[in-house]
């Protein structure tokens, strides 16, 4: 089975379909884009890959999507998003050498593009699996799967694996057998506005109060442990001669231990006043627990590792600080394995694009996993 043959022989059509994707943009806050993209993700599954896929609508985003491909007692879910950071007519897709640009070329759509073709390799090859695959791509993993969430819990209950084909980490296209959790909070300070000089009053400054808040933050970070705590923005005052009566900071927290993200919440959440004449409030919490690298996800990772070494790569693995929805399945129990996508760079940012002449190679490094995972 040379899966690699046959998909470097399909490469233009295969870039051909990843421009389809990509040029329906779909920020993740334009349901009206977003539906329209679901809507060419469905008809270029059934078209590739003979698959009728269901829709889940949303109220507020496009909707989340679900193809089921074999039969089975057991189950591999594959999971992607399809939202993008972009809002429209930022960004266009061009083909530049062996690059190709656009948004959400990398985060995600060529990653849904090649793992369905790498699902094609099997049905040319006439490779049958004895598992289903349960491939889930949602609408808003760019803004916290508010919704995606919910949809993912349920239907991965019962799940033997699964697999993120989110990017790898980098050119070298190191495989995710960890993520960093996150936690997020707003913490408000009020106190008493009132004239700096004729009626100084430091006791009632909200600003001095976010002031300690933020050095008790601090010394909550344990970066040998793996947590971070930033606090990312301040706002507050309205005069350089006025006692500050409100104040606000945005702050970010990353662990990779589920323990470290109970200690910092329970911290954070019983913050109180340290000035006499103010008040504090705490909003937010724990958005995902880390995926953590379990003894599971590494037997996983050394079969993926296998399988590249015999399409001659070296596949190393990372810890990742950013989340992503395989956070979800890791804290269900469920061996999660991430970064199985095409290989590029600039998430989120201005240059965002993929390699093409990666795709053939990444694309049989997932379908040759999929003939051979340990379920």
Known sequence: MNFKNYLTSNQDQILKDIQLIVEYESPSKRKDLSDHCADAILQLFYERLGVYGDAFEQEETGKHLKFEIGRGEKTVVMLAHYDTVWDEGDLSFYIEGDKAYGPGTVDMKACIVQSMWAIKALQEEDVELDYKIKFLITADEEIKSPTGQHFIKDEVKGADTVLVVEPPTGYEGLIKTARKGDATYDIKTTGTSSHAGNEPKPEANAINELAHQIVKLQALADLDNGTSINVGVIQGGSKRNVTADEAVIEVDCRFSKKEEAHRIDQAIQAFKPMLKETKLIVEGGIERYPMERT???????????????????????????????????????????????????????KHEHIIISELPKRGALLAGLLTRLPI
């Open 295 to 349: 003894d599971e996800t590494v037997t996983i990772y050394e079969v993926a590792r296998d399988v590249a070494g015999d399409l001659g790569v070296e596949l190393g693995e990372t810890l990742a600080g950013g989340v992503s929805d395989g956070n979800f399945t890791s804290a269900m129990g469920i061996p999660t394995l991430d970064g199985l996508g095409a290989i590029g760079d600039g998430l989120h940012a």
